[in-house]
């Protein structure tokens, strides 16, 4: 899912089920959207698992 961080979509999925229903909070708990690209490899991605997911 992020690749920079190698951070799997399980991990983001599990995440959002936690309760991290935004971008921001699912950086904050997984690290995910910080590495090198500074998320414009992972955000959408992150965003359409939000939408699904929470
Ligand atoms: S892929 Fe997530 S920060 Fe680059």
Request: hydrophobic residues 30%; positive net charge; glycine residues 12%.
């Amino acid at each position: 899912m992020c690749l920079c961080k190698g951070i799997p979509e399980d991990t983001i999925i599990e995440a959002i089920k936690n309760g991290a229903d935004t971008v921001e909070k699912v950086k904050e708990t997984t690290g995910a959207t910080t590495g090198y690209c500074h998320g414009s490899r992972c955000k959408g991605k992150i965003e359409e698992l939000i939408a699904k997911y929470k």
